[in-house]
C-alpha cells in the first residue's frame, strides 16, 4: 500500500493561525498532525507516502525533509492548486498496479487504516470511503447495504439509509484515475462520477473510533484538550473515559482556566491561546520555567503535559485556597504571620535554587528584569494605563522621566539579583495540605528578589498592616543573610525601590483591567494601591521623588484616601 497525504490547502477556517502555520504543522499533544498520520500510516503497512504541497509548502518540505520516518516520504509541489481530485491524478506516477489510500492532513483519526484497507480489498468497490457520524457535516447518504448513494443528501428520508461525513480517507483502485481529468478538481466529482457510470463506492461507518475535524480553531482546540486529557488520565489503552470540564474564574490575563474531572481525579487545565511564530510564547514559557522550578524542589504544580502551539498545558491541581482567601478568614494576626512566613520560608530556595540553570531563553517577552522593563513595563505602563487611560490625564512622554529612572537605578543597584517570579501576590499562591505552592510563574527570569517580595507584602488583595509588612521584611532579611549573606542596608534599600517600582505596575495593571477589559472588580483595589504608593514614595522623604509624591498625594485626595 502507497498512500498520498493531502496538505496543499490553504486552511482558510484557521485563519489568522494558517497565515505563518500550516494546518498539517499544528500540533496535538506537541506532535505535528502530518507527523502523527504519515507514522500511523506506517504502522499500518504502508510502504510510501506522499505529500502534496502548496499553501507555505516550504515550511512542510523542511519538517518532512528533517524528520526520520520509518518509511519514505517524498513531497510533490503544486504550483497552481489542483484540489483532492486533480492532487491524486498530479502522482499518477507514484502510484502501482495496487489500491491506494488517499487522507486528509487536518484531522486526527485512531481509525485503523490496515483494516479499512483490508475491507476495501474484499469489498469489491473501485472506491472504499470512510464515514463518521458527525452532524455538523453529515451530507454523505450511506444505504443499508454499505453502499454510497449521494454527496448532498438529496435521497436522506427518500430511500433507507443514514446521512453521514466524509472523513477525508479513502481507498482508491488505480481505475480511479482515469475518472479525474487535468487540472484541479474536486474528488467527490470524482465520485459522482463513478456513481453516474454505475460503479459502486462502498461507504465504511467508523462509528467506534476517533475522527475530528480539525479545520477551525474551536474543533482544533476541543479535541487537542481531548486527546491530552486522555493521555494523562490513562485512558488511552482502555477506550476513552468521561472527562467533565469546569471553567473556572480566571485572573487579569486573557488566560482561560478549567478543572477536569475523571474517574475521580482531577487536573488543571490553562489555555493561553494558539500561538505562532518562533519566538517563545506564554504557554512556553510556562512549560519551561514550571518544569525548571519543579525538578529543583520548588512548591510549584507539577505539569503533566503541554502543547506550546496549542497554548494548553495540563498541570496538578492545587485545589482552591489561594493565601488571600486564607489570610483574609484568619482572625488571629498570628495565624497570618506564621502562615506568610512559610511563604518566605519558600520564597528564598525558589529564588536561590531557582537560578541555578535557569535559562534566560525560556523567558517570555524580556530575559531579565533589567532597566528598560523598569522604565515600560512597570513606570511606563502606569503613566500609560494608569494615568493616561483610567485617570484620563494629559501628560508628556518623558513626565517623571527623573523619579522613574532614579526607580530603575535603585532597584537594581541595591538588588539581589537571583531567579524571580515578578507576580509574588497572594492570588498567585495556593495553600495546600502540604504548604503553600507557587503558580503562574510564566513571568520569571531573573532579577532583584526584592522585587518578589515587595509583591508579596504590599499585595493590595490582603493589604497586610504596615507593621506586619516592616516584620517580615526584617525576618526575610535576616533569614537571607544566614543563607547567602547579604548587606541589610542594601536589601532593605533595594526592597524600598522595588515597593514603588511594583506599586507602579500594579496600578497600571487596575487601570487597563478596569478600563479597557472591563474587569470592574480590580477597581475596588486602587484606592489602597494610591495609599501605599504613596507611603513608599515618603519612607525616605518626599524630597527623593518629588514629582510622583506630589502626585501621589494629589491622587490620595481625589480618591478620598487624604484625610
Partial sequence: MKALVLAAGYGTRLLPYTRTVPKPLFTVAGEPLIDILI????????????????HLHEKIEAFISERRFPIPVTTRFEPQILGTGGAIRNVAAFWDRRPFMVVNSDILTDIDFSEIYRRHLAGGAPATLVLYDDPAFNTVTLSPEGRVVDFDGSNAGVLPGRCLTFTGIQVLDPEVINYIPKGFYSSIDVYRRLLADGKPILGLAASEARWSDLGTPERYRRTCIEV?????????????????????????????????????????????????????????????????????????????????????????????????????????????????????????????DGREGFDPGWTWQTERYDREMILTAECGYFRDAFLREYLAMHLPDDVFQDDFERIAEGALGYGVTAFIHRDMQSRNIMVTGGGPHFIDFQGGRLGPIQYDLAALLIDPYVALPEALQERLLAECADRLGRVIGINLKDFVTGY?????????????????????????????????????????????GAGKFPELSALALDMKRRMGEGR
Avoid at 518 to 531: L, S, T
Wanted: aromatic letters at 8%.
Fill in 39 to 54: 507514522r500511523r500510516l506506517a504502522a499500518a503497512g504502508c510502504e510510501a507516502v506522499i505529500v502534496n504541497t502548496h
Fill in 228 to 352: 491530552m486529557a486522555e493521555a494523562v488520565f490513562g485512558h488511552g489503552g482502555q477506550g476513552r473515559g468521561t472527562v467533565e470540564n469546569i471553567p473556572l474564574s480566571g485572573d487579569g490575563s486573557d488566560r482561560k482556566w478549567y478543572r477536569l474531572v475523571s474517574g475521580g481525579r482531577s487536573m488543571i487545565l490553562a489555555d493561553h491561546g494558539i500561538h505562532v511564530g518562533s519566538t517563545q510564547g506564554e504557554a512556553g514559557a510556562f512549560e519551561d520555567i514550571g518544569r525548571h522550578l519543579y525538578r529543583k524542589g520548588v512548591t510549584v504544580p507539577r505539569i503533566h503535559l503541554a502543547d506550546r502551539f496549542s497554548g494548553l498545558v495540563l498541570l496538578e491541581d492545587l485545589g482552591d485556597r489561594h493565601l488571600q482567601d486564607v489570610a483574609l478568614a484568619s482572625v488571629d494576626e498570628s495565624a497570618v504571620v506564621d502562615l506568610y512566613r512559610q511563604v518566605i520560608d519558600r520564597l528564598i530556595p525558589m529564588w536561590i
Fill in 496 to 540: 524600598r525601590y522595588c515597593c514603588i517600582a511594583r506599586n507602579l505596575q500594579m496600578l497600571g495593571a487596575f487601570g487597563f483591567l478596569t478600563r479597557v477589559k472591563r474587569k470592574k472588580g480590580f477597581e475596588a483595589y486602587i484606592p489602597n494601591a494610591i495609599q501605599t504608593l504613596w507611603r513608599n514614595l515618603t519612607k525616605g
